[in-house]
């Protein structure tokens, strides 16, 4: 059963930049690929950056390519999401998520959740 859990959400000015954390357990081997997602209320819950571990291969969705990172500690079993250049478009509650397979920014691909963190860009 893998378990994810998110941090370092809060308030941030535009042009700002949060690294959130996302901590996770029950990997049985590098055959998982972890993705980071965003909802705000009323819309759909929207892929924003995934990571495949065996190939290490990285997708970001449009809005947010150069802006934003997605990388992995090993040690920590830790996959970050390092946000730049924040945008008030950029608030919402992310979300990481998991699953067996290859990165996808589809939030089918992933059976297990974590349960957010809020981040809000504004002045």
């Known amino acids: 059963q893998l378990q994810l859990a998110e941090s370092g959400g809060g308030l941030v000015h535009p042009g700002g930049s949060l690294r959130l954390p996302c901590a996770t357990s029950g990997f049985t081997s590098d055959l998982y690929a972890v993705a980071w997602f965003r909802q705000v209320p009323g819309k759909e819950r929207e892929g924003v950056s995934c990571?495949?571990?065996?190939?290490?291969?990285?997708e970001y969705a449009d809005g947010v390519k150069g802006r934003f990172t997605i990388s992995r500690d090993n040690g920590k079993n830790t996959v970050y999401l390092q946000m730049n250049s924040l945008e008030p478009e950029d608030t919402a509650v992310y979300y990481c998520?998991?699953?067996?397979?290859?990165?996808?920014?589809?939030?089918?691909?992933?059976?297990?959740w974590g349960q957010g963190t809020q981040v809000t860009v504004s002045s």
């Open positions: 990571i495949s571990f065996s190939e290490g291969r990285t």
């Open positions: 998520a998991a699953d067996e397979g290859h990165c996808s920014l589809w939030r089918r691909t992933y059976q297990f």
